[in-house]
């Protein structure tokens, strides 16, 4: 079983960026494809970004390709996504995810583990 745990949310100004930080337990990280996904209010999970155990692969949403990206570290277990240039629309609970299957994080169904998510509050 995988335990992620997400850090690194907090509020900033538009324009601004943060780095999220997901440390991963539990189960050889580097065989593990993770990702990031968003839940703004009153809307659905949407997905962020996803990057595979070597870190060659990685998908990035198109909507926000450009400001955030992912990368990790497998000497720390530990994944990350840094978001820059941030919007008020940003404005989410973000949530790290762990799955065996690239496809099945970038689709975002069926994924079997996910973190509790960090709050990112971007004012304007």
């Known amino acids: 079983q995988v335990q992620l745990e997400e850090s690194g949310g907090g509020l900033v100004q538009a324009g601004g960026s943060l780095r999220l930080s997901c440390a991963v337990s539990?189960?050889?990280?580097?065989?593990?494809?993770t990702g990031w996904f968003l839940q703004a209010p009153g809307k659905e999970r949407e997905f962020v970004a996803a990057?595979?155990?070597?870190?060659?692969?990685?998908h990035h949403s198109d909507s926000l390709k450009g400001r955030f990206t992912i990368s990790r570290d497998n000497s720390k277990n530990t994944v990350y996504l840094q978001m820059n240039s941030l919007k008020p629309e940003d404005t989410a609970v973000y949530y790290c995810?762990?799955?065996?299957?690239?496809?099945?994080?970038?689709?975002?169904?069926?994924?079997?583990?996910w973190g509790q998510g960090t709050q990112v509050t971007v004012s304007s």
């Open positions: 539990g189960r050889t990280f580097r065989t593990l494809v």
């Open positions: 995810v762990g799955d065996t299957s690239f496809s099945t994080v970038v689709v975002g169904t069926g994924i079997t583990s």
């Open positions: 990057i595979s155990w070597s870190g060659a692969r990685s």
